[in-house]
């Protein structure tokens, strides 16, 4: 792999780094500095044109161009209502843990990063929606925006300057479906995190009817570092349509499973082989999923393929949050489905039919076929039933990410779940675990 340049986690391997005065002498809130008070003070225009050079995509698995994003808030001369910026760090994603990373060694980098996207915006006061079982994010999230406001970067007048910004932290309640945008908002509302139908969009009725733009950590993260060195130095880095450096999380059966960081362009089988050890034990890789469970799954034999936006659609699958999950030849697909299938049962908000029944159903067909007990018909009817369940067929998109990986599986290894079914049992039987003292 060809060298390449850093600068996501370069702060994170600093002892003390989610310290003020450690950050600040890594350079941090120059980048503030820079918009607010340099020899030639940025405007709201002039961050949001920086953003829109640099072609950074959203980090949240979406991908959709921060910069233009940010140009969907209404224009405050003519929408005089109050705006928020939302920051999701939800993070429930199975195999995304990059955020977490983050914002426990380096939150003053979230907090600068925020503070610079609401000058942009013209926010108010960012909120940043942190999953409740980060217990260690939260704290030290809390305590860099303490520090911060102690050191006037964080309320009224920062750095003696006419912006005032407020940052809120919200702890999540341990549900997976208000890492969607909608449902996020309503939770940190009071209500109940049930996603929203849209249209209207967050930026003409977000938080409290008020607009408001959601980003995810890893997006804002990038934003002191585009605005200190310019659109286009970012621009230069990466692939045609996926620009900058990313945060892989790789997990699974791999000799060194972590969070890494990469530039577009690099190729799955390198981070496999050469960032992460290779697969474990001496084994093939049997498939893998690009970018957390919710993506389609791609067969072992097509590691090859470039790691972007752009180049994982022609082998079926997405880029997602780049949390690749690596499955080994001596594990069972159906087994996989299973606790995938589970996952997204248990996490369904149970607004639409669609999505309510077709993953319980999805959930125990595959137990039933994982553990011996399928029917002649089973592999047909999850399908049908993904089919039901996905593209687009449902408010927010926890039906899609239970139909993409069940098609997915049943499209490069529907022999092997037919086999499961014929022989009354699972042809790569889960192990048993055996635990000290058993008896």
Same mark, same amino acid.
């Given at each position: 792999?060809?060298?390449?340049?850093?600068?996501?986690?370069?702060?994170?391997?600093?002892?003390?780094a989610?310290?003020?005065?450690?950050?600040?002498?890594?350079?941090?809130?120059?980048?503030?500095?820079?918009?607010?008070?340099?020899?030639?003070?940025?405007?709201?225009?002039?961050?949001?044109?920086?953003?829109?050079?640099?072609?950074?995509?959203?980090?949240?698995?979406?991908?959709?161009?921060?910069?233009?994003?940010?140009?969907?808030?209404?224009?405050?001369?003519?929408?005089?209502?109050?705006?928020?910026?939302?920051?999701?760090?939800?993070?429930?994603?199975?195999?995304?843990?990059?955020?977490?990373?983050?914002?426990?060694?380096?939150?003053?980098?979230?907090?600068?990063?925020?503070?610079?996207?609401?000058?942009?915006?013209?926010?108010?006061?960012?909120?940043?929606?942190?999953?409740?079982?980060?217990?260690?994010?939260?704290?030290r999230?809390?305590?860099?925006?303490?520090?911060?406001?102690?050191?006037?970067?964080?309320?009224?007048n920062?750095?003696?300057?006419?912006?005032?910004?407020?940052?809120?932290?919200?702890?999540?309640?341990?549900?997976?479906?208000?890492?969607?945008?909608?449902?996020?908002?309503?939770?940190?509302?009071?209500?109940?995190?049930?996603?929203?139908?849209?249209?209207?969009?967050?930026?003409?009725?977000?938080?409290?009817?008020?607009?408001?733009?959601?980003?995810?950590?890893?997006?804002?993260?990038?934003v002191?570092?585009?605005?200190?060195? #310019?659109?286009?130095?970012?621009?230069?880095? =990466? %692939?045609?349509?996926?620009?900058?450096? &990313?945060?892989?999380?790789?997990? !699974? *059966?791999?000799?060194?499973?972590?969070?890494?960081?990469?530039?577009?362009?690099v190729?799955?089988?390198?981070?496999?082989?050469?960032?992460?050890?290779?697969?474990?034990?001496?084994?093939?890789?049997?498939?893998?999923?690009?970018?957390?469970s919710?993506?389609?799954l791609?067969?072992?034999?097509?590691l090859?393929?470039?790691?972007?936006?752009?180049?994982?659609?022609?082998?079926?699958?997405?880029?997602?949050?780049?949390?690749?999950?690596?499955?080994?030849?001596?594990?069972?697909?159906?087994r996989?489905?299973e606790?995938?299938?589970?996952?997204?049962?248990?996490?369904?908000? #149970?607004?639409?039919?669609?999505?309510?029944? =077709? %993953?319980?159903?999805?959930?125990?067909? &595959?137990?039933?076929?994982?553990? !011996? *007990?399928?029917?002649?018909?089973?592999?047909?009817?999850?399908?049908?039933?993904?089919?039901?369940?996905?593209?687009?067929?449902?408010?927010?998109?926890?039906?899609?990410?239970?139909?993409?990986?069940?098609?997915?599986?049943?499209?490069?290894?529907?022999?092997?779940?037919?086999?499961?079914?014929?022989?009354?049992?699972?042809?790569?039987?889960?192990?048993?675990?055996?635990?000290?003292?058993?008896?």
């Open positions: 792999m060809k060298k390449f340049e850093t600068w996501l986690l370069d702060r994170c391997k600093v002892a003390n989610h310290t003020l005065a450690v950050y600040k002498q890594l350079g941090g809130y120059s980048a503030l500095a820079k918009v607010l008070k340099g020899d030639k003070p940025m405007t709201p225009a002039e961050v949001i044109n920086e953003m829109k050079l640099s072609e950074l995509r959203g980090r949240g698995g979406a991908g959709f161009p921060t910069g233009m994003k940010w140009t969907f808030m209404p224009d405050p001369a003519k929408d005089p209502r109050p705006r928020y910026l939302a920051i999701n760090a939800d993070e429930s994603e199975p195999g995304t843990c990059k955020d977490r990373v983050l914002m426990e060694k380096d939150p003053h980098g979230l907090v600068e990063g925020a503070l610079i996207a609401c000058y942009a915006m013209r926010a108010q006061a960012a909120y940043i929606y942190v999953r409740g079982e980060y217990r260690l994010s939260y704290q999230l809390q305590a860099a925006i303490d520090e911060a406001r102690a050191a006037g970067l964080v309320g009224k920062v750095l003696g300057t006419d912006f005032s910004c407020e940052i809120h932290m919200h702890k999540g309640a341990g549900a997976y479906i208000c890492g969607e945008e909608t449902g996020l908002m309503e939770s940190l509302e009071g209500k109940r995190g049930h996603p929203r139908p849209k249209p209207p969009f967050p930026a003409a009725f977000g938080l409290w009817g008020q607009p408001t733009t959601v980003n995810n950590v890893e997006t804002i993260f990038n002191p570092t585009i605005v200190a060195r #310019g659109g286009a130095w970012h621009a230069a880095i =990466g %692939t045609k349509g996926s620009k900058g450096n &990313f945060l892989c999380g790789i997990s !699974g *059966h791999v000799e060194r499973p972590g969070v890494y960081e990469l530039p577009f362009g190729t799955a089988r390198e981070i496999v082989e050469e960032v992460a050890g290779g697969v474990w034990k001496g084994r093939k890789c049997k498939a893998w999923f690009p970018g957390g919710s993506c389609a791609v067969k072992g034999e097509d090859d393929v470039v790691l972007d936006h752009d180049s994982l659609k022609t082998k079926g699958s997405s880029l997602g949050t780049a949390a690749m999950i690596i499955i080994d030849d001596q594990t069972s697909i159906a996989v489905m606790i995938i299938a589970r996952f997204y049962d248990h996490e369904s908000c #149970g607004q639409c039919s669609q999505c309510r029944e =077709g %993953t319980q159903w999805l959930s125990q067909i &595959f137990h039933r076929i994982a553990t !011996g *007990h399928g029917q002649a018909d089973d592999v047909a009817t999850i399908e049908s039933l993904a089919k039901g369940m996905a593209p687009g067929k449902t408010i927010c998109a926890l039906s899609d990410a239970a139909a993409i990986p069940t098609l997915s599986a049943v499209r490069l290894f529907k022999d092997e779940l037919l086999e499961c079914v014929r022989a009354k049992k699972d042809p790569i039987p889960y192990p048993r675990v055996e635990y000290a003292g058993a008896h």
